[in-house]
């Protein structure tokens, strides 16, 4: 028998260091061929690690949350003949011994093969419904955490069949097909509770958390809020729908927005550009490279519609949509999340009336839409019943003067309540 030593890739773009985000192996797994063994992120997006052998797992080289050197030793693995082992200890094998997937924040869970999801059957039945300790994390994918939210659920309570004692879909069915005792009951609204939980910032979380606290310290915000009359769009957009929908595919407000956008800034060349201060030099851009920003299970990103300003409603709809799914499911590569020249933001029916969204630099401006509601309006003296939504966009004041930023959203606004000026050249 010998050892494979996995090291830390060379992932491209000049990047030394990345952050080891999740284990899905823990030591003494026996792990077959090109599955994964473990995400890391840099800057701009997260990457699988593949095992390219397969054997049992020895040892690990960092725990969740650790920025790791690229070549330094990932995971080590006995494997069939001499390996690749080089004679020397592992680091920081104290900390290896412990099986880090039993701690961590839940990121998103990635296809595994076959042979590592095979698991011995478990008998639900007899397995008793003990709660775990406080501060004990269940281990759970997001899509079974929201179905027990949604069910009322505490997952403490659920015995975990998975890898780890991860909380599978079958064992939410087994526990909620039979009657449960007093003791295993959840506690109910009025029980008082005692019980905290810490979640460790780490992967995604923690680039966000970095990224925004460096644009809130570097840029000089203020933002700016529109109410806009979408009463023509909306029917406009049904119409479009109605007739093309099936052949070319449904449209939502998205690319209008974007298409407003592309011919606003147009006269505003000044907002479509990003700001380099620490070289003090704004570069103005000709494409518009539209970042969409898109709320996942891990949290916020911003994959980039390249281009905009080329694509037709329909093309930029469908990009736009196949960009939020490869987000969602972690799967946008770095091209795809980075390079935005202005971005767009929506909470669509959870988007209030007035929000403060905070600029992605280097840009300079990000617009975000508020959401749409009737309600009675005053036209010629007539009160009447109208479509109504608010833009809330926010501008780095050091490159955009308040009243360009007036002006250019007022110039959003008269595209959006005249839709047909969207498409005269």
Same mark, same amino acid.
């Given at each position: 028998?010998?050892?494979?030593?996995?090291?830390?890739?060379?992932?491209?773009?000049?990047?030394?260091?990345?952050?080891?985000?999740?284990?899905?192996?823990?030591?003494?797994d026996m792990i077959a061929e090109d599955q994964?063994?473990?995400?890391?992120?840099?800057? @701009?997006?997260?990457?699988?690690?593949?095992?390219?052998?397969?054997? @049992?797992?020895? *040892?690990?080289?960092?725990?969740?949350? +650790?920025?790791?050197?690229?070549?330094?030793?990932?995971?080590?693995? +006995?494997?069939?003949?001499?390996?690749?082992?080089?004679?020397?200890?592992?680091?920081? /094998?104290?900390?290896?011994?412990?099986?880090?997937?039993?701690?961590?924040?839940?990121?998103?869970?990635?296809?595994? /093969?076959?042979?590592?999801?095979?698991?011995?059957?478990?008998?639900?039945?007899?397995?008793?419904?003990?709660?775990?300790?406080?501060?004990?994390?269940?281990?759970?994918?997001? *899509?079974?955490? @929201?179905?027990?939210?949604?069910? #009322?659920?505490?997952?403490?309570?659920?015995?975990?069949?998975?890898?780890?004692?991860?909380?599978?879909?079958?064992?939410?069915? *087994?526990?909620?097909? @039979?009657?449960?005792?007093?003791?295993?009951?959840?506690?109910?609204?009025?029980?008082?509770?005692?019980?905290?939980?810490?979640?460790?910032?780490? #992967?995604?979380?923690?680039?966000?958390?970095?990224?925004?606290?460096?644009?809130?310290?570097?840029?000089?915000?203020?933002?700016?809020?529109?109410?806009?009359?979408?009463?023509?769009?909306?029917?406009?957009?049904?119409?479009?729908?109605?007739?093309?929908?099936?052949?070319? #595919?449904?449209?939502?407000?998205?690319?209008?927005?974007?298409?407003?956008?592309?011919?606003?800034?147009?006269?505003?060349?000044?907002?479509?550009?990003?700001?380099?201060?620490?070289?003090?030099?704004?570069?103005?851009?000709?494409?518009?490279?539209?970042?969409?920003?898109?709320?996942?299970?891990?949290?916020?990103?911003?994959?980039?519609?390249?281009?905009?300003?080329?694509?037709?409603?329909?093309?930029?709809?469908?990009?736009?949509?196949?960009?939020?799914?490869?987000?969602?499911?972690?799967?946008?590569?770095?091209?795809?999340?980075? #390079?935005?020249?202005?971005?767009?933001?929506?909470?669509? *029916?959870?988007?209030?009336?007035?929000?403060? /969204?905070?600029?992605?630099?280097? +840009?300079?401006?990000?617009?975000?839409?508020?959401?749409?509601?009737?309600?009675?309006?005053?036209?010629?003296?007539?009160?009447?019943?109208?479509?109504?939504?608010?833009?809330?966009?926010?501008?780095?004041?050091?490159?955009?003067?308040?009243?360009?930023?007036?002006?250019?959203?007022?110039?959003?606004?008269?595209?959006?309540?005249?839709?047909?000026?969207?498409?005269?050249?």
């Amino acid at each position: 028998m010998g050892t494979h030593v996995i090291k830390m890739p060379d992932i491209g773009e000049g990047i030394a260091q990345v952050e080891l985000v999740e284990w899905f192996v823990k030591v003494g797994d026996m792990i077959a061929e090109d599955q994964v063994v473990a995400d890391v992120m840099t800057d @701009k997006a997260t990457v699988e690690i593949p095992s390219p052998v397969s054997g @049992k797992v020895l *040892a690990l080289g960092g725990q969740p949350g +650790e920025v790791m050197a690229v070549g330094s030793e990932l995971i080590r693995i +006995e494997v069939e003949g001499s390996g690749n082992h080089v004679d020397t200890p592992m680091p920081k /094998p104290a900390e290896t011994a412990a099986a880090p997937v039993a701690t961590k924040p839940e990121p998103q869970q990635p296809v595994k /093969p076959a042979a590592y999801q095979q698991q011995a059957p478990v008998n639900h039945e007899a397995a008793p419904i003990v709660p775990r300790q406080p501060g004990d994390k269940p281990l759970a994918s997001p *899509a079974v955490r @929201k179905r027990a939210l949604d069910a #009322g659920i505490e997952l403490r309570y659920v015995h975990g069949s998975g890898p780890a004692g991860r909380i599978l879909h079958e064992d939410l069915d *087994a526990f909620m097909s @039979k009657p449960q005792s007093a003791a295993g009951q959840a506690p109910t609204g009025y029980a008082r509770r005692t019980d905290s939980e810490q979640v460790q910032v780490i #992967g995604l979380r923690r680039k966000i958390a970095q990224r925004m606290q460096d644009a809130k310290r570097r840029v000089a915000h203020f933002s700016y809020v529109e109410e806009i009359d979408v009463t023509a769009l909306e029917a406009l957009r049904q119409q479009l729908n109605s007739k093309h929908g099936d052949s070319r #595919g449904k449209l939502t407000l998205l690319p209008f927005l974007v298409r407003a956008l592309v011919v606003a800034l147009r006269d505003f060349p000044q907002i479509n550009a990003t700001y380099d201060d620490e070289a003090q030099i704004i570069t103005r851009h000709g494409a518009v490279h539209v970042g969409i920003a898109t709320q996942g299970d891990n949290g916020l990103m911003v994959p980039v519609l390249r281009h905009a300003e080329a694509g037709s409603l329909w093309a930029n709809a469908s990009e736009i949509s196949r960009l939020a799914t490869a987000a969602r499911n972690n799967k946008a590569n770095r091209d795809e999340l980075s #390079g935005s020249t202005i971005t767009l933001t929506s909470l669509g *029916a959870l988007g209030g009336i007035v929000s403060t /969204p905070v600029v992605n630099t280097p +840009e300079v401006a990000i617009v975000g839409v508020n959401r749409m509601v009737e309600r009675p309006v005053v036209i010629d003296g007539q009160i009447v019943v109208r479509k109504m939504m608010n833009l809330s966009s926010s501008f780095d004041h050091r490159v955009v003067d308040g009243m360009d930023a007036a002006l250019f959203i007022q110039a959003v606004r008269g595209l959006l309540e005249q839709p047909a000026c969207l498409f005269v050249e």
